[in-house]
């Protein structure tokens, strides 16, 4: 048992869920432990804090790293929720994809209109509780309110926006998120979670991070017509939106969720 189980009185029996990267996870009852090597647990938690996150309880610094506690959140990941549409087209299906899929960029709008960038959105980063989506995972975020610093270095690869792909092949200072990149990143999710292939068409899928983030910065679509699991036009349209290489063509997460909600399944 880790010592700052402990330490903060946490009741319930341990268990381990993550430990790699130096970031170890913990469920401990109805808590979720975060503890990282470095900043990046506590700085989470300030972000949580910062935007009066309700499952967000307490952060701080433990030897040389940090912890963060959380309510548990008991619910589907966007990736899981969407796994049951790919067995087959029918009314209830697209009605399931869409509800979804308005939800999830419902949850980044509102994350927006607070002043707040997520900058690492990835499929397991959205959740669906009791009919709510969650964004989870913010120790990557950037906003008004003044948080510990880190070089950020872009996210997921898979979900990296174009623009942000040139900038880590690129440079090697720091990088600010961007509405805009967080639209590609949620597109890319749930073009990801729909047909379980990532939006690029890479040159060589087992190519190095560098070499995958070229092709996602030189704009090399898949085809989703070949990717998808059975045609749905109108959602299909919304994601191509949300995937448009130039940001400025990309609609605002609000106009994406309203956009969603008027298609018909």
Excluded: N
Excluded at 146 to 160: I, L, N, S
Aim: aromatic share 8%.
């Amino acid at each position: 048992m880790h010592p700052l189980i402990t330490e903060l009185g946490l009741d319930g029996e341990p268990k381990l869920l993550h430990e790699r990267r130096g970031t170890t996870f913990f469920k401990v009852g109805d808590t979720a432990l975060k503890i990282t090597d470095g900043l990046m647990a506590g700085r989470e938690g300030d972000v949580l804090a910062a935007l009066g996150a309700d499952h967000y309880r307490a952060h701080g610094t433990h030897g040389q790293g940090t912890w963060l506690t959380m309510r548990w959140i008991d619910g589907t990941s966007l990736w899981d929720a969407l796994e049951p549409a790919r067995r087959g087209d029918s009314p209830a299906s697209r009605r399931a994809v869409l509800t979804l899929a308005a939800d999830a960029a419902d949850a980044l709008a509102k994350l927006h209109a607070a002043g707040w960038t997520h900058g690492d959105l990835q499929p397991d980063h959205f959740v669906y509780e009791d009919h709510v989506m969650r964004i989870i995972d913010l120790a990557c975020a950037q906003g008004p309110v003044p948080v510990p610093f880190y070089v950020h270095r872009g996210g997921m690869t898979h979900t990296t926006a174009p623009e942000t792909a040139a900038l880590v092949i690129g440079a090697t200072e720091h990088i600010a998120t961007t509405p805009e990149a967080d639209v590609w990143s949620l597109a890319a999710s749930l073009f990801w979670s729909w047909t379980r292939t990532p939006p690029t068409d890479y040159r060589d899928p087992d190519s190095s991070r560098a070499e995958l983030l070229a092709d996602i910065a030189a704009g090399s679509p898949r085809d989703i017509a070949a990717a998808r699991p059975w045609p749905f036009p109108q959602f299909e349209g919304a994601l191509l939106a949300g995937l448009a290489h130039d940001p400025e063509r990309r609609p605002s997460a609000a106009a994406l969720a309203q956009s969603l909600r008027f298609v018909k399944p």
